[in-house]
């Protein structure tokens, strides 16, 4: 029970940290005097968090971590590269695609193999 706990803890920091890279993503300077918010790139890096709180409750412990850390190190990944270390307006677009993709993929698979049995 109380690694059931941890988990679900370590993932509600998982989630916290993905909404901190997507803020940080969405915060884009603006004639380098000010900042505006870009609401297309926080949804696209936030929507995979989104749809991992919502297997929060249905995932095992490993699966649960494994892939919560799969999904904010892809994002943190992408938006490194793409905002700060070589920002040009997100012109090649990998910071909208690219989390939305690691999703596709990883939330499946962790749902295939590290569901809880429906009674447990």
Do not use: E, K
């Not at 936030?46 to 699966?63: A, D, E, I, N």
């Not at 799969?70 to 677009?93: E, I, K, N, Q, T």
């Amino acid at each position: 029970m109380i690694a059931i706990q941890n988990a679900r803890r370590a993932a509600a920091l998982i989630i916290l940290l993905g909404c901190a890279v997507a803020g940080a993503a969405a915060l884009v300077p603006f004639h380098h005097v000010g900042y505006v918010v870009d609401a297309l790139a926080l949804a696209a890096v936030l929507t995979p968090f989104v749809l991992y709180g919502m297997f929060v409750t249905s995932l095992r412990g490993p699966w649960l971590l494994a892939s919560g850390l799969a999904l904010l190190g892809v994002s943190l990944a992408v938006v490194a590269a793409s905002r700060f270390l070589d920002y040009d307006g997100y012109r090649d677009a990998t910071v909208y695609w690219v989390p939305l993709l690691a999703t596709a993929i990883v939330l499946p698979l962790a749902c295939a193999f590290g569901r809880r049995p429906p009674y447990d």
